[in-house]
C-alpha cells in the first residue's frame, strides 16, 4: 500500500462534487484573466503582428540578444551550481561536526548568507568589491558579482539540506559505523552523507532552477544575461513588452525541464531503492524575497 493511500482518504461522492465545482470556478478565473490581459494588450495595440514578426523573421533577434544573453545565464547558473554544491558541502558537514567551535562557525555562516536577500549580495559585492578590484578584468565584474552571490545563498541553502539529510538517516546508520570502529568524522563522511546525498538529490535538482532564476538578478549589476538582452532588444525593437514575453517563455521552458528531470531522478532512486531506506529530508528548496521590481521576472 503507497503512502498516498494510507494518508489520504479517496473523497466521496459530495467530496467530489465539491472539488469538481472548485476546479470549474478555477477554470473559469483563468479564462476570465487571459481574456482580461488580451483585451488589455489589444486595446494597447501591443497585439500588433509588426512587433512579434521580428522573433520570426528575423535571425538577428537570437543570434544577437537572446542566446547570447541565454548562454550568459547559463554560464553564470553552471558556475554557481558548482561552487554552491562544494560550498554547501563543506559547511554543511561543519554544521554536523563534533567540533563544537567548528559547528558553531559554521551554523553563524550559513545561517547569516540565508538570511541576507541575494540582490543586496550582488549588489554590495559588485559595487563595493569587485567593480574596483584592480586584479580583476572589469567586463568581468559582473559575472563575480553574480555567481558569488548566488553561490553563498544556495549554497547555505544545499547547506542546510546536508544537515537535515543527515539528521533525517534512522540513528542505527551512526550506531553501525561507530560498533566497526569508524570515528564519529569517519562515520559521517563513509556511511552518512553517501545515504543522505542520494536521499536528497531530487531536493538538490529542484536547487537548480532556484539557481537559475535567480542569474535574473544579475540585471542590476549590468550583467547581460537573458533578462538584460530581453530589455536591450526591447529598445533596438521597440517592442520591449514582447522581449519580456519571450525572455519568460524561454525561462519556462528550461524550467519545467529541470522540474521534470528532478521527478524522473526522484523516480529512478524510488525504482532502484537507493533512496537511503528512511524518511527522506523535508528540506525543500528555498525562494529568496524578492526586493526590487527591476527583477519582476527572476526575484521571487
Given at each position: 500500500m503507497s503512502s498516498d493511500s494510507v494518508l489520504f482518504d479517496a473523497p466521496g461522492p459530495r467530496a467530489r462534487l465539491r472539488h469538481g465545482v472548485l476546479t470549474g470556478i478555477g477554470v473559469l478565473l483563468v479564462v476570465a484573466g487571459a481574456w482580461v490581459v488580451y483585451?488589455?494588450?489589444?486595446?494597447?495595440?501591443q497585439l500588433d503582428p509588426a512587433l512579434w514578426t521580428p522573433f520570426v523573421t528575423d535571425p538577428a533577434v537570437w543570434s544577437e540578444y537572446l542566446l547570447p544573453g541565454f548562454w550568459e545565464t547559463i554560464k553564470a547558473a553552471a558556475a554557481s551550481v558548482v561552487l554552491a554544491g562544494v560550498y554547501g558541502l563543506v559547511f554543511g558537514m561543519g554544521r554536523l561536526s563534533h567540533v563544537r567551535a567548528v559547528r558553531w562557525v559554521s551554523g553563524v555562516v550559513v545561517e547569516f548568507f540565508r538570511s541576507v536577500p541575494v540582490l543586496l549580495m550582488m549588489v554590495f559585492l559588485f559595487f563595493g568589491y569587485f567593480a574596483t578590484a584592480t586584479w580583476l578584468p572589469n567586463q568581468y565584474a559582473p559575472m563575480a558579482a553574480v555567481v558569488v552571490g548566488l553561490t553563498l545563498y544556495n549554497g547555505s541553502v544545499i547547506a542546510e539540506l546536508v544537515r537535515?539529510?543527515?539528521?533525517?538517516?534512522?540513528?542505527?546508520?551512526?550506531?553501525?559505523?561507530?560498533?566497526?570502529?569508524?570515528s564519529p568524522g569517519q562515520t559521517l563522511r563513509s556511511i552518512q552523507l553517501p545515504q543522505a546525498l542520494r536521499a536528497m538529490l531530487p531536493a538538490l535538482v529542484g536547487q537548480l532552477v532556484v539557481v537559475l532564476k535567480d542569474t535574473?538578478?544579475?540585471?542590476?549589476?549590468?550583467?547581460?544575461?537573458?533578462?538584460?538582452?530581453?530589455?536591450?532588444?526591447?529598445s533596438a525593437y521597440a517592442n520591449t513588452l514582447q522581449a519580456?514575453?519571450?525572455a519568460a517563455a524561454v525561462?519556462?521552458?528550461v524550467n519545467y525541464a529541470l522540474t521534470v528531470l528532478a521527478g524522473?531522478?526522484?523516480?529512478?532512486?524510488a525504482r532502484r531503492g537507493r533512496s537511503a531506506g528512511g524518511p527522506r529530508t523535508a528540506a525543500v528548496p528555498v525562494e529568496t524575497v524578492p526586493t526590487a521590481d527591476a527583477t519582476s521576472s527572476g526575484a521571487r
Open positions: 483585451r488589455k494588450m489589444s486595446e494597447a495595440g537535515s539529510g543527515v539528521h533525517s538517516l534512522p540513528a542505527g546508520q551512526a550506531e553501525a559505523g561507530l560498533s566497526i570502529g569508524l535574473a538578478l544579475g540585471t542590476v549589476v549590468l550583467y547581460p544575461e537573458l533578462l538584460t538582452a530581453a530589455k536591450t532588444l526591447g519580456y514575453i519571450v525561462f519556462v521552458l524522473r531522478v526522484e523516480r529512478w532512486l
